[in-house]
């Protein structure tokens, strides 16, 4: 369990980066984008991706997650700003519904009743997240709050289920990870260059420093969450819960005692539903009578 605490804290750790980007005035896409250069060589470093045969490649599947990653990235960073930590991580977690619904609608797993209640109950947790009511300042800014947490809630989801087709294919995990990870690189660096070139921003050196703080910190929680799948092989669910489980607890712990984010009893009931619905997801025989 030691592993999933390390990835648990690397997890929240890349939503720290993201919440402080604005107080020390940080340019999400450029650091965003240096990230994941970081990433390509930790995932070379860690996992020894073998390039010399990729029979087989899904070439879709990687052009998808290599445009969709820098992408929610940019966009999780944006929900941060807007709704807090709290919300945002909630958000990320309770995407796992996505993945058990096309287990339902696409893999052929057959429906259980308890999931489906478990799937109603975390978009429960979602409304209740919302933040419905804010001041006036804060209001103009966060008048569609709501639309960023459904787009992280849907697309951490699509990402789960393209990674899992990925798991079918005849090539390693790390080889996979390497070949996003370079394509997400290329896609932000096209951006980053378009953006300079034309004058929408300005380029600075700092921020590549600050990208490969933030890459190690995203890829430390993909390399431990991992470990702790590979050290306890035969309780996966065990891992996925916890893994969940404890974002959501820690996320909601930094949000409201580090960084002070008001939230109202009805965010606080759908934490409590989040948590249930990721119980509910994972342990289903618990709730068999």
């Given at each position: ?39 390509i060589?930790l ?11 990729l ?10 997650l ?5 992408s ?36 052929g ?12 109950i975390?978009?429960?947790a ?55 990870f ?13 953006m300079?070139?034309t ?37 996966p ?15 909601s ?23 249930i619905?990721?119980v ?6 618990i709730?068999?009578?």
């Amino acid at each position: 369990m030691f592993y999933i605490f390390l990835s648990i804290c690397c997890s929240v750790t890349v939503s720290v980066l993201l919440k402080l980007a604005k107080r020390y005035q940080i340019d999400v896409y450029q650091a965003i984008t240096w990230n994941y250069s970081a990433a390509i060589f930790l995932t070379w470093l860690f996992f020894r991706p073998q390039l010399i045969s990729l029979q087989g490649t899904p070439v879709l599947v990687y052009l998808s997650l290599g445009i969709l990653f820098p992408s929610l990235f940019i966009i999780i960073a944006t929900s941060i700003k807007l709704t807090g930590i709290v919300r945002t991580d909630v958000a990320q977690r309770l995407s796992l519904f996505i993945p058990v619904l096309a287990s339902f609608l696409i893999f052929g797993e057959k429906p259980n009743t308890i999931k489906i209640i478990g799937i109603a109950i975390g978009f429960v947790a979602i409304v209740c997240l919302i933040p419905w009511r804010q001041r006036s300042a804060v209001r103009r800014r966060s008048t569609n709050a709501w639309f960023y947490l459904v787009v992280i809630l849907i697309g951490m989801g699509v990402i789960d289920v393209l990674l899992k087709s990925i798991s079918k294919s005849n090539i390693s995990f790390g080889t996979s990870l390497f070949i996003i990870f370079t394509v997400a690189f290329s896609v932000a660096f096209i951006g980053l260059i378009y953006m300079v070139f034309t004058k929408m921003m300005r380029f600075s050196w700092p921020h590549i420093l600050i990208g490969w703080v933030l890459g190690a910190a995203n890829f430390g929680n993909i390399l431990f969450y991992i470990k702790g799948l590979n050290a306890l092989a035969d309780h996966p669910s065990t891992v996925f819960s916890t893994m969940d489980i404890g974002v959501i607890v820690a996320g909601s712990l930094v949000g409201l005692f580090i960084f002070r984010e008001k939230l109202s009893r009805l965010n606080v009931g759908g934490i409590i539903l989040a948590i249930i619905a990721v119980v509910i997801i994972y342990f289903p025989e618990i709730f068999n009578f």
